[in-house]
């Protein structure tokens, strides 16, 4: 090739190419990986359901959930929480609902593997409440509670795996320690511990899926299977069965705005029977995050 020709390739290659040469050699690295994913809007991780699933706040973001008629132990009868992402997949939560009733509610998950087929997180808490605390209740349930403390620590092991662009699949593997103890820590006098399973200590699965319908909306179901559960006394331990102890929710999520959420569930199961008065009940969430 003659020297004007040589000259003429070389500026035709500096013309054609020039965001690759200013681009870092990590974004350059990464920029594949980001086009081949192409994930729906609830699946990228700002948006991400953290509910069930492996993944937890990122670096810096604020979340605030309202939700009402749950049977899980973070969010029975209702939650107001209010969570904080502090970075390399650490979060943490603290329901104020719970707080408003006696009972000091803390959560903190930490999403420590993120690939694009698997993703794992841990979460823990420590939920512990007062008798003298719970002042919404009244009556003999008033009387019972008063002599009751409860501790419950929650650990909780899960992985999500996606599914194309479409669906997620998601199992926990769980086990909550729990101790009820007082005057009252007795096998056959209710209280709103035993009721809502905090007073349960429990080892169990939850498997669940997610199918992406839309970029703002998802369907999800989960199961939860318990291996052994029993009412965690001071001094004594009773036996639960499976049909006391398993439960069965059906919801829906979306997007209604940027950093604006909602979903819609139907759970079932014993201990929704025992809280509301029906086996099938519905409950919701309202969720923002800045």
Known sequence: MSPRGCLVFALFGLGTAPAAAQLPSAELASAPDVARSAPADLRDPAQADLRHSAYALPRGMWGLSISALGIGGGDAFAKLGVSRGFGAGFAADLNLAHLG?????LSAAWHFLDTRHL???LRGGIWYGHG???WTAEGLTKRIVSDLDVLNVPLA???SVPIGSFAQLDLTVQYTYALLYGAS???????????????TRQFFFRPGARVFVSDNTAVQLSVKLPVQSELALEDAATELSFADTWSFEAGIRSRFGPGIFGGLRLQYGEVSDVLYGAALFPSFEIEMRW
Do not use: K
């Open 101 to 105: 009733v006696g009972l000091l509610n």
């Open 119 to 121: 993703d794992l997180g």
């Open 132 to 134: 003298d605390w719970f």
């Open 157 to 159: 092991l899960t992985g």
């Open 185 to 199: 820590a007795t096998s056959d006098e209710r209280s709103p511990y035993t009721d809502s399973e905090l007073a």
